[in-house]
């Protein structure tokens, strides 16, 4: 229990995905008892305040590239993006917590959100991270697990009765965790899978709907991570995906997972039996890094809901709640001054 308190606890303060745009709270809460902007002061109790920054996955660096699809997806959905072709794509590699000058850690949750921009003038946005299943069944869990791992002032550290007693109500969270310290931890960034997390529903050209799942599969060979040292630089993880970048281009594929009239897609802690049909649709290659002091992708805000015709949300409640949140982050950090990344232009041109 102690060991599952505390991953709980870490993965509590840094899981969140970067912000996006949608207003709406899509029904998720009563304003009485929890609304966006609340839940934004919950990450900033437990993370402060750093102007300018992401609430939560505050630490990132812009990449781009393009996204080759292959074809394999246009049975599945009517989206432009699916069709053959190319497509270019703007994205942000990230690590969870709101400290933007954090240290790296290899079991830090790390995030990738890309925006696709199609060619009848629609966009398409994801927000992944590397976690197969999600922890929390609904915003309000979420919610009551953020106040529960924010520090104590008198300890500097979550106190241990309040995720006792927030494990005791969430069985499905303290499942799920378990479940994650069995999964491998990759070495770095660029073999690392990102999963999209949430169901979503994709319907073709003769108007069918089906449930989906996606997740990035990368291309660069699996390394499991070692144990951090001392000695290894605050920026080790991104130091050496810039310089992956700078060597060579980095592939991931893109996969669509089909699901079954049964599968859950209201709850993102279940995963779906492995034996699911899979589609291989396309190729992400990205080419380029670059500090968020001059990526275009630092003022994108990675909305799960920014979806082009063809693909639709689920009746996860997960989703709305997102949106929501994410766009009061975003409104918060726009009106900020913005603050020097620890990701530098200087870092990059050096190909650390």
């Not at 649709?281 to 002091?293: K, Y």
């Amino acid at each position: 229990m102690t060991g599952t308190v505390t991953r709980l606890a870490v993965i509590g303060l840094i899981l969140a995905v970067p912000a996006g745009g949608f207003a709406y709270l899509g029904g998720w809460l009563t304003p009485s008892a929890l609304t966006p902007g609340s839940f934004t002061d919950a990450f900033q109790r437990a993370n402060g305040v750093h102007a300018g920054f992401r609430r939560n996955h505050a630490k990132g660096l812009g990449v781009s590239g393009v996204f080759d699809s292959n074809g394999n997806g246009a049975r599945l959905s009517k989206a432009v993006v699916f069709r053959p072709g190319r497509v270019p794509v703007l994205g942000r590699f990230s690590l969870g917590g709101g400290q933007p000058y954090a240290a790296d850690s290899a079991a830090t949750v790390r995030g990738l959100g890309l925006q696709f921009t199609l060619h009848d003038g629609e966009t398409w946005r994801t927000a992944m991270i590397n976690l197969p299943v999600f922890p929390f069944r609904t915003p309000e869990a979420f919610y009551e697990q953020l106040v529960a791992s924010t520090p104590d002032p008198r300890t500097g550290k979550p106190d241990p009765a309040a995720m006792k007693a927030f494990l005791d109500r969430h069985p499905e969270t303290a499942r799920v965790m378990t479940a994650l310290k069995t999964e491998p931890i990759a070495s770095g960034f660029d073999n690392t899978t990102f999963y999209g997390l949430n169901a979503f529903r994709f319907t073709d050209a003769s108007g069918r709907s089906i449930p989906v799942r996606w997740l990035l599969i990368p291309a660069q060979p699996f390394a499991a991570a070692g144990a951090d040292s001392a000695s290894q630089d605050k920026n080790h993880l991104f130091d050496a995906l810039i310089a992956q970048i700078e060597r060579q281009p980095l592939r991931w594929h893109l996969v669509v997972v089909i699901g079954q009239p049964d599968d859950p897609t209201h709850d993102a802690t279940i995963a779906w039996p492995a034996g699911r049909e899979r589609v291989d649709v396309g190729t992400l290659t990205l080419d380029r890094a670059e500090p968020e002091d001059v990526s275009a992708a630092t003022d994108i805000n990675f909305d799960p809901l920014a979806l082009p015709a063809g693909i639709a949300p689920s009746d996860d409640p997960l989703l709305s709640a997102r949106s929501a949140v994410y766009s009061r982050s975003f409104t918060r950090r726009e009106g900020e001054a913005k603050q020097p990344s620890a990701i530098t232009s200087a870092g990059v041109r050096k190909g650390k």
